[in-house]
């Protein structure tokens, strides 16, 4: 039976000709990769092995199995294998199997030295920083493309986005801001009420809503609801091939993916920014009056009088940059994605935490600029 399945050919020197022949389906049973081995153990000066198939051969995963098993003795052993004369589908699912068993766990690193983690670190954010700096240029070239009328995407999928954006993240800000509010007006009430001035409650609550918190709570709230999926999605299709695939069709993946998902959030954040205003002024409100028994007239007059045209802008300036911030933020992180299971959830996560980052820095920017202009 063995002799039937496998016949060993020295005729070349330093070669090992093994022809294939019979039933290699594995209800027939296995044959061991031990008996090749043996082989290569009376000839020790065989360096390569090449197969030879004959028309009566019939065969299934078995014998991928068997050559699975082969292979790897054949490497430790440092014996190269030719996998020409096999069955073109045999080649096709060894390479697939092959590239499966690549996937292994690196052993853990040596532990590093101080200066050398402060080494890796910084060239980390120097690449980050780089490839962050070209891909912002991809953006505003297609974003001049756009004003062209140059790019293409689909409208489609561009108010799906929006909707996604904006409508399916009402409640969340809604929920949001109205507590953020009533926290606002319980907090201010502790010192206020000491000098019987409960009334400006309503100032410092609408000051401060309209000013920057209703722009960085809806910020925050959408880079953890949008920004972590634009990571997620983008990663997916990194994973799966489909950018590629865009780009062997001649399509450009930051035109056709990046820019609709840029501007949904640059249209949607000032809505809803606007929205969280009207919400956690609602919160104070409904605290002051209900709780300290303020005058509603007088409380809607007072923060009427307390919020200037200047602070809405300056909130609508807050939620412009932020929208752009958390676009860019999960798409960069996405499209940087690693092609596994493991690298989306990265992908996400680090969207997450660059937006957030990038939110509180450019809050403190902003304030500052609007601080020396005395706005």
């Known amino acids: 039976m063995i002799s039937e399945k496998l016949v060993f050919d020295y005729s070349t020197p330093a070669t090992l000709l093994i022809k294939l022949s019979g039933d290699w389906h594995i209800s027939a049973g296995l044959l061991s990769e031990s008996l090749v081995t043996s082989q290569l153990t009376t000839h020790p000066d065989i360096v390569q092995i090449n197969f030879g198939v004959a028309q009566d051969l019939r065969w299934d995963c078995g014998l991928i199995a068997f050559l699975l098993k082969l292979i790897k003795e054949c490497e430790r052993k440092n014996i190269q294998i030719a996998r020409d004369g096999l069955p073109q589908e045999a ?7 092959l590239k499966v068993h690549e996937k292994h766990i690196s052993p853990p690193k040596e532990r590093e030295s101080f200066l050398e983690y402060v080494g890796t670190k910084a060239l980390q954010i120097s690449e980050n920083f780089y490839s ?5 240029g991809d953006i505003a070239v297609s974003f001049g493309r756009l004003i ?6 689909r409208w489609d999928d561009f108010m799906l986005l929006i909707r996604r954006s904006g409508v399916d993240t009402l409640l969340l800000v809604s929920l949001i801001s109205l507590l953020v509010g009533m926290i606002l007006a319980f907090v201010a009430s502790i010192q206020l009420k000491m000098f019987g001035a409960q009334i400006y409650i309503s100032d410092i609550v609408g000051i401060a809503m309209v000013r920057v918190l209703s722009a960085v709570m809806t910020g925050i709230i959408v880079s953890g609801r949008i920004g972590a999926s634009f990571a997620a999605e983008l ?5 799966n091939e489909e950018i590629d695939a865009l780009k062997t069709l001649g399509v450009s993946p930051v035109e056709f993916l990046v820019v609709p998902r840029v ?10 920014t606007i929205y969280a205003d009207f919400m956690g002024v609602l919160g104070g409100f ?5 709780m300290f028994h303020l ?4 409380y809607l007059n007072d923060t009427q009088q307390a919020i200037k045209m200047s602070y809405l802008w300056i909130g609508l300036i807050h939620s412009f940059v932020f929208g752009v911030i958390i ?4 798409c960069l992180r996405g499209m940087e994605c690693e092609r596994d299971a493991a690298g989306v959830g990265k992908a996400a996560t680090s969207a997450v935490v660059t937006a957030i980052t990038g939110i509180v820095i450019a809050t403190a920017i902003i304030t500052f600029i609007c601080q020396m202009l005395g706005v």
Do not use: C, D, R
């Not at 990663?235 to 994973?239: A, D």
């Not at 409904?286 to 209900?290: C, D, K």
């Not at 005058?295 to 007088?298: K, Q, R, S, T, V």
């Open 235 to 239: 990663g997916m299709m990194q994973t």
């Open 148 to 153: 062209t009328g140059k790019v293409y995407f």
């Open 263 to 272: 501007l949904s959030l640059i249209l949607m954040m000032p809505i809803l």
């Open 295 to 298: 005058n509603p007239i007088e």
């Open 132 to 136: 962050g700096l070209g891909f912002l």
């Open 327 to 330: 676009a860019i933020s999960g």
């Open 286 to 290: 409904l605290i002051s009056t209900v």
């Open 91 to 97: 080649q096709k699912l060894l390479m697939l199997a």
